[in-house]
Each structure stands twice: as C-alpha cells, then as structure tokens.
C-alpha cells in the first residue's frame, strides 16, 4: 500500500491536501505566479486517493491534463510540485513540464500526459515490462470520459486483455469532455468497451474514497496474481471549471443546481464523517502548514537560465539544435 495511505484518516489526509494544493494553486494561477493556467482537480480527490491507497509505492501510474491529484496521492513533494507549476528550476522537472507534464520517476509516477487518452499505452507498456521482468509492479492509468473515444484507448485495452497484463485502467466520469456532456459524446459506456475485449469492470462512486480503494484493492490484486487488467469507472464530479480560462469566458453548459447537487457529496466531508471532528481539523491545519511552506519554497527558488532552455530533451544527454550542453 502507498506509503501513508492505511487508515480512514490517511485517506481524509490526501485529500485534504490535494484539495488545499488547488485551491493554493488558482490563488498563484489568478496571482500570475502560475502562467498557463491548470485544470483543477477539486471534487475528484477520492479517485486519485483511492486508487493509489491500493498501490504499492514501487507500482507505477500515468495521468492526464487533469492530474496534480494522481501526482500528489501517488506521494510526490507537494513543494516540488508547486514549484513545477510555477516554472521554478527546484520543480519536478526543473520546471520545464509544468502543469500537465509532471513526472516523478522516484514514487513511480511516468507521467502526466496532455494528449487526452495517449497515457494508457504507456501504461501498457510499462506493464509488458513488468511482466517480462517479472518485478511484480502493476500499472494504473487514469483517463476521463472524454478519453474513452481515443482510438488508443481502445488498442490499448485491446493489448493488455491479449497479453494480460497487470494494468489498471481508471475511468475518472466527471459527466463532461470540456463543456460535452458525456451522453452527447460518448456511444455505449466505459463498463462496455472494457467487457468488449473480456476485461472485467464495475462502476463506482467516485465520490466515497473507500469504495474507490475497495474496487481497486480488488483490480490490483487480480493483476498481482497475473490475472489481467481490470477497469473501473468512477463516477465523480469537478466542482470548478474544465481549465482556468473558464474564469475569463462565459460558459453555459450546466446549472448551479446541478454543481449544488454535487457538492453535497464533497468527498472530503463523507470521508471526514469517517473521523473525529478534532482529528479533521488537526490534519487540516497540518496540511495548511504543508501548503504554506511549499509556496514559500516555490516562489523563492529561481527561475531556470533561458539558455538552457533545451537542455533535457534527449534521455541520452544529446545536445539538442546544437545548443548550450
Ligand atoms: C487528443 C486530444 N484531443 C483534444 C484535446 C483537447 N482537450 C483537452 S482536455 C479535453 C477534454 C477531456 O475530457 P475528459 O477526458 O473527460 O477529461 P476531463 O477534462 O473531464 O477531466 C479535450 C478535448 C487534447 N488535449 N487531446
Ligand atoms: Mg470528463
């Protein structure tokens, strides 16, 4: 199990962070501190925490657009993080992925991918390489609903269902792709496709974080006794806007009833329903703490040199265009 991720307080823990940690982060995104913008993960906490409460700190993930979630609940250092996000030479990747590209090859993260549905296949990959070398590891991927309708969603469950190897494929079902509502733009459902090539799925709450841990307990097992892939879709809900620029435009394309409906079932306090009311609010100031010194750490450290701008590009070290080494 992920370490830090045992008990029904580590759960409310993660979250609370992952939920600070954006919150954090728009603050920097409206600041200018952050430039770009992000696409906030507020609301689906429960899925990143409780699919990476059933992994083992040497299994691996992929993640998407969406993904500062998976990179925290997976454990990566939230100040590293943030100083990625705000393009700092101490961030994860030396500031040079940002937002959606943040790896952490050290907690077995490979990757957030900004090509909606592109991560699968690398976790398909890096699962054909667990199984050849036999090291046991499992492999969880995310993608949204919107990835459902990537041809490389499909050959990539059509790869691990023949090969059988030890992937868990993650359909976090927020209800939209952007502002397309999921029954607008997606034909039969992500249960279906998975039962189309004999994976076995269920569909979740992706609201209540045990039972997200629970169904991925069950798929992460399965893969470690060389059982196959599973799916599980987690229904859940993002409380804010697809990307920050949704704050500059207008956008009409659900109601305040419907996002009042959801947030009812915040995560966060079904889970904090789970704990003593003085434990939540001590692992909430402990997390403010967390956060406060990460963006100390992130808005103190430097900028990298521009003239190294191309350094990194190439995993051999080759000089990229002829620039600096
Ligand atoms: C291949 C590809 N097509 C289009 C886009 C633009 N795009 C970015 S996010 C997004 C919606 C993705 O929806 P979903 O997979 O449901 O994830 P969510 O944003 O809801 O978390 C789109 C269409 C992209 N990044 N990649
Ligand atoms: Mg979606």
């Not at 799925?201 to 059982?227: H, P, S, W």
């Not at 419907?258 to 915040?266: A, H, S």
């Amino acid at each position: 199990m992920t370490d830090g991720l045992h008990t029904p307080a580590d759960l409310y823990r993660r979250m609370r962070l992952i939920r600070g940690f954006e919150e954090l982060a728009l603050r920097l995104v409206k600041s200018g501190e952050i430039v770009g913008g992000i696409h906030p993960y507020i609301g689906e906490e429960a899925v990143a925490v409780g699919v990476c409460a059933a992994l083992a700190d040497h299994d691996l993930i992929t993640s998407t657009h969406r993904g500062h979630g998976h990179v925290l609940a997976k454990g990566s250092d939230p100040s590293r993080m943030l100083a990625e996000l705000a393009g700092r030479e101490t961030g994860l990747n030396r500031g040079r992925g940002g937002s959606m590209h943040a790896a952490d090859v050290a907690v077995g993260i490979l990757g957030a991918n900004a090509i909606v549905g592109a991560a699968a296949p690398i976790a398909v990959g890096a699962a054909w390489a667990a199984q050849r070398s036999g090291s046991g590891k499992v492999v969880a991927t995310f993608f949204g609903d919107g990835g459902l309708n990537q041809g490389v969603l499909l050959e990539a469950l059509n790869l691990a269902a023949l090969w059988q190897l030890p992937v868990l494929f993650v359909c976090e079902n927020n209800g939209y792709a952007t502002t397309m509502p999921t029954a607008t733009g997606v034909a039969g459902n992500a249960v279906g496709r998975a039962e189309a090539f004999g994976i076995p799925a269920v569909t979740v709450d992706g609201m209540d974080v045990e039972v997200v841990r629970d169904a991925a307990v069950l798929a992460a097992d399965r893969a470690r006794r060389a059982e196959g892939p599973a799916l599980i879709e987690a229904m859940t809900y993002r409380f804010g806007p697809h990307h920050t620029m949704e704050f500059r435009i207008r956008l009409s394309y659900r109601t305040q009833e419907e996002i009042d409906e959801w947030r009812r079932r915040d995560p966060l306090d079904i889970q904090g329903g789970r704990i003593a009311a003085g434990q939540r609010a001590r692992l909430d100031a402990e997390i403010a703490e967390i956060l406060a010194e990460a963006e100390r750490f992130a808005l103190a450290s430097p900028r990298p040199d521009p003239a190294g701008a191309l350094d990194y590009l190439y995993a051999s070290g080759m000089v990229a265009r002829g620039g600096v080494a």
